[in-house]
């Protein structure tokens, strides 16, 4: 895929500022995104909006850093890195105020410049850890 590097470019602005307008530009309307601890996934960019959603209900000042990707065919495999403060419930753990850097591996599915897939490991166990809601 030519252009992931754009394409990738313009899905973090729009994870970073979970914009309707770049959802709707780069989320297929029958995309399935693949969550951990859903049984089911999330489709379309009503879909992806909803779990920025969540992650910003917990770290309203989430953002993520794409540090490397692997390309081949429409297929992409991202690493980041979320940074953010705990200031909202999340997973059912109140605001601790801490501060979270925590690596996630995406793997994204490309179409025609849309996303139609999407499978996302977070590293959530760092996360609770980071929070205090796990043992180190």
Known sequence: M???????????????T???KLAEELISPKAMFHVPGRPEPVTGPAGYLEIIGMMRGGFPDIQWTLEETITEGGNVAARFTM???????FFGVPPTGKKIAVQAMNFYHWSNGQIVGERGQPDLLGLLQQIGAAPM
Request: no cysteine; proline share 0%.
């Open 2 to 16: 030519k252009d992931s590097k754009r394409l990738m470019e313009r899905f973090v602005e729009f994870i970073n």
């Open 18 to 20: 979970a914009s309707e």
């Open 83 to 89: 940074r953010g403060t705990h200031q909202g419930s």
